[in-house]
């Protein structure tokens, strides 16, 4: 992981547009792939931008509940396909957020 980087504020604000991208998305496989990108930033990430991915992890976090409050109202099999697929993106968002901050995931 890098120390320091001169384009932090360049890296944030792509951050920000993939979030808002992701979030207003309306094909989800372009959803997928925002998050997806945000993922691969997050694993590169330097420590200069560790407090923009923690509340990345918070936004995951909060997407992520939100799929498992709405699960119970999925009714066909191509929506419960769509739904899996995108708590698998979020889980794999957070499981990537909790490593780059060293994030204990045992506890």
């Known amino acids: 992981m890098f120390r320091t980087v001169q384009i932090v504020p360049q890296y944030t604000q792509s951050f920000t547009?993939?979030?808002k991208l992701s979030e207003n998305a309306s094909e989800?496989?372009?959803?997928?792939?925002?998050?997806?990108?945000?993922?691969?930033?997050?694993?590169g990430a330097s420590l200069d931008c560790l407090a923009y991915v923690e509340s990345l992890l918070q936004l995951f976090m909060e997407r992520l509940d939100k799929t498992f409050e709405t699960q119970n109202q999925i009714v066909s099999m191509e929506d419960r396909s769509e739904h899996n697929d995108l708590q698998s993106v979020l889980i794999s968002a957070v499981a990537v957020s909790w490593t780059v901050l060293d994030y204990d995931l045992t506890s």
């Open 17 to 19: 547009k993939n979030c």
């Open 28 to 43: 989800d496989h372009l959803r997928f792939t925002c998050i997806e990108a945000i993922v691969s930033m997050i694993e």
